[in-house]
């Protein structure tokens, strides 16, 4: 099985609206999820490097590392074949327009109500968004074994969350 790198990069507009794409590649092909991608492993790329470097790509800005807060993580097991670990940021600025249409996806802007009855990777109701949701208590990280369509979860950052195992 394959382990793979990503960030998921949080954009918010003035209304506070969160920027999805509706991705048209897989593994969420035909989902909405944060912009964002795979880590260039043979490059060395750090994670923050790698929200640089998706944001030129996907959203046309230039930006610099100042401009992010890293506020989680999210390991999951055996996710659709594979291993992940994404690094979660969220942009300190808003954005004041919706990026172009790219070969990836379109995009629009969402109240956070509306992103829960959107169709999104089924793992991020659980693994994602609660936690984003929780951002302000500090730095978390969650880690979740997907095998048999089930998802075993467990926090392993910030006292601030439960720590128990969770079955999803």
């Known amino acids: 099985m394959v382990f793979k790198i990503s960030c998921l ?11 999805l794409i509706q991705r048209t590649r897989s593994p969420n092909q035909g989902l909405w999820s944060p912009p964002g991608g795979k880590l260039i492993l043979d490059l060395g ?18 930006v610099t590392e100042n ?4 506020f ?6 055996n996710y659709q074949g594979n291993h992940w670990l994404m690094f979660l940021f969220e942009y300190l600025k808003p954005l004041n327009k919706l990026p172009e249409e790219i070969e990836e996806g379109g995009f629009s ?5 509306q992103i829960d009855l959107l169709k999104i990777p089924h793992t991020d109701h659980q693994l994602v968004w609660p936690f984003y949701d929780k951002r302000a208590a500090g730095f978390w990280g ?8 089930k998802a075993d979860l467990v926090v392993e950052a910030n006292p601030a969350f439960c720590n ?4 999803l």
């Open 72 to 77: 989680g993580y999210v390991s999951e097991k």
């Open 142 to 149: 969650v880690r979740a074994d997907c095998s048999l369509n």
């Open 67 to 70: 401009e992010f807060s890293l």
């Open 109 to 113: 802007f969402f109240s956070r109500s």
């Open 45 to 62: 790329e750090s994670p923050f490097e790698c929200a640089i470097r998706e944001t030129k790509e996907e959203i046309g800005l230039v």
């Open 164 to 167: 128990k195992a969770e079955s």
């Open 9 to 19: 990069l949080f954009f918010k507009n003035s209304l506070e609206e969160i920027l």
